[in-house]
Structures are given as C-alpha cells and as structure tokens.
C-alpha cells in the first residue's frame, strides 16, 4: 500500500510544476507578455531620449545664440523689428 502512494505523490508534484509552468507568475504566456512590455517601454524610452537631446541643444542654442531667440520670439510672439512691414499671407 506504501508503493501506491509514492507515484501517486510524484505525479501531483509533476502537475503542479507543470501548472505553474502553463498558468502560474513565471510561465510562459506572462513571460511572453512581459518581454512585449519591455519592448515596448525600451521604444518610449528611446523616443524619450531624443526628445531630451533636441530640448538640450535648444537650451544650448538660448543660451549661447541670439538667433534663435530672435526666431522664437517672431514665430511664437509676433515680433517685428523696428523699420519692418509684417505681412501676413493667407492660403
């Protein structure tokens, strides 16, 4: 009778390792669904990276050049200079 129990044993141990393999934290569907996560984040992190390095070198322009506060301040605030005719043309 003590025979019995020892497969008995080891096949409930096997279906639950294999349980957790299929439907459990680690298996595989939440392993695959936790890869495309991670891509996906890699991708945002990496359009977030360009857009730090094109607001540094806007920071670098403001500080070191007039030119670009110039060309701001014409297309954001209107700006015209002393002596210029704004024109305007409607499409």
């Not at 003590?2 to 008995?8: C, E, H, K, S, T």
């Not at 639950?16 to 890869?35: D, E, K, T």
């Given at each position: 009778?003590?025979?019995?129990?020892?497969?008995?044993?080891?096949?409930?141990?096997?279906?639950?390792?294999?349980?957790?393999?299929?439907?459990?934290?680690?298996?595989?569907?939440?392993?695959?669904?936790?890869?495309?996560?991670?891509?996906?984040?890699?991708?945002?992190?990496?359009?977030?990276?360009?857009?730090?390095?094109?607001?540094?070198?806007e920071?670098?322009?403001?500080?070191?050049?007039?030119?670009?506060?110039?060309?701001?301040?014409?297309?954001?605030?209107?700006?015209?200079?002393?002596?210029e005719?704004?024109?305007?043309?409607?499409?």
């Amino acid at each position: 009778m003590g025979n019995r129990w020892v497969p008995a044993v080891l096949i409930a141990l096997l279906l639950i390792i294999q349980g957790q393999l299929w439907f459990g934290r680690g298996s595989l569907p939440n392993v695959a669904m936790l890869s495309q996560q991670l891509d996906d984040q890699k991708q945002r992190n990496t359009q977030a990276l360009q857009a730090n390095e094109r607001l540094e070198a806007e920071i670098h322009d403001l500080k070191e050049g007039l030119e670009i506060v110039e060309e701001k301040a014409r297309s954001e605030l209107g700006m015209v200079k002393a002596n210029e005719i704004y024109v305007q043309i409607a499409r």
